[in-house]
Structure formats: structure tokens, C-alpha cells
């Protein structure tokens, strides 16, 4: 609860916990090759916003947070921890971007096309590395 006599504490807090997950979005996010437009792209921000998001000017809401944990495929909590658990990645390609920012104006009818090629094309590639 804040108080008069903790409001500094508490906003320091939040100061620091905003440095925090500033940090890991912009670590996670060169781990995966990708750039501040790329990201912001993805996510439909502003390139401004990503950039005081990982200075920890701006603190990300919790919507936008499960928005940044799809995009890098960690889970939520991941931005809270010093070392996120990410999983070894591979860099998004240009393409992938591209995929990735037209999906949002896709039909529905549109996007069930695409899944269903996604669907055909990763059979095809774990066919070709025997998994």
C-alpha cells in the first residue's frame, strides 16, 4: 500500500524494476537479431518506445509484456530474473518479420490459408532434418 511516508521508496522500486525489465527486453531482443524497428514492428509500438522501454524510462503494461514474451519466446517472468531463461535462438530473418507484421491485416479466412502453408512447409523441414 502506498503511503505518504513510502511513496519514494515505491517509486524507486518501480524505477529499478523497470531498469530491470528494460534490460532483459533489449538483451532478448539482440539475442534474436532483431532491431528496435523490428520489434517495435512486431509489437505495433513506436521504435521511441521501444527505446525507453529498455532504458527503463517507460515501464511496459502487463498486456504489453505477454505481447514481448510471444515475440521472444520467453515467458513473462523471464523479464524479472537477472539471466532469462530464454532457449538458445536463431535470429529472425527479414521474412520472418515480414510474416510477423502482415499477419495483423490478415482475415481470419486469410490467416487459416497461412497456418495451414506453415503447417505444410515445418512437415517439410523436419522431414528434411529427420525429426
Known amino acids: 500500500m502506498v503511503t505518504p511516508g513510502n511513496q519514494g521508496q515505491i517509486g524507486g522500486m518501480a524505477r529499478e524494476i523497470g531498469k ?3 534490460k532483459a527486453i533489449k538483451d532478448l531482443r539482440e539475442a ?6 523490428q520489434l517495435a514492428g512486431l509489437l505495433g509500438k513506436s521504435v521511441e518506445t521501444i527505446s525507453n ?4 524510462k517507460v515501464v511496459t503494461s502487463l ?3 505477454e505481447q514481448l514474451a510471444g515475440c521472444l519466446g520467453v ?3 523471464d523479464f524479472f530474473t537477472d539471466s532469462p531463461a530464454a532457449a ?3 535470429p529472425y530473418s527479414d521474412f520472418a518479420a515480414k510474416v510477423r507484421n502482415a499477419a495483423d491485416y490478415l482475415s ?4 487459416e490459408i497461412v497456418a495451414g502453408l506453415v503447417d505444410v512447409l515445418a ?3 523436419r522431414r528434411r532434418h529427420g525429426k
Open 32 to 37: 534474436h537479431g532483431l532491431t528496435q524497428a
Open 88 to 90: 538458445p535462438v536463431k
Open 63 to 65: 498486456l504489453t509484456l
Open 20 to 22: 530491470q525489465v528494460g
Open 75 to 77: 515467458a513473462v517472468r
Open 108 to 111: 481470419e479466412d486469410d490467416l
Open 53 to 56: 522501454f529498455e532504458r527503463g
Open 123 to 125: 512437415a517439410r523441414g
